[in-house]
């Protein structure tokens, strides 16, 4: 990605819910792709907003993602600036 611009991200939204710029699919339980950024700029994003990286989904502990135990996609995040 190259030259993106990120804007007003607010740990919380007006309603209260979290809000960040970067994020994980639900989906994504055993491969998160590498994510590359060139010449990007956060202007006033607060530190709360910048990613949100969940634990893995107690779901996901099943024989067609993971087998017995949760996968670690969540734990394997590489976002390069």
Do not use: H
């Not at 910048?50 to 067609?64: E, M, T």
């Amino acid at each position: 990605m190259t030259g993106n611009k990120f804007i007003g991200f607010n740990e919380k939204t007006k309603m209260g819910m979290r809000q960040s710029v970067f994020g994980l699919c639900k989906d994504a339980s055993d491969y998160i792709p590498t994510m590359e950024f060139f010449d990007s700029t956060f202007t006033s994003v607060q530190e709360g907003a910048f990613a949100y990286v969940n634990d893995p989904i107690p779901g996901w502990a099943n024989l067609k993602d993971c087998g017995d135990f949760p996968c670690t996609a969540p734990a394997n995040v590489l976002l390069q600036f």
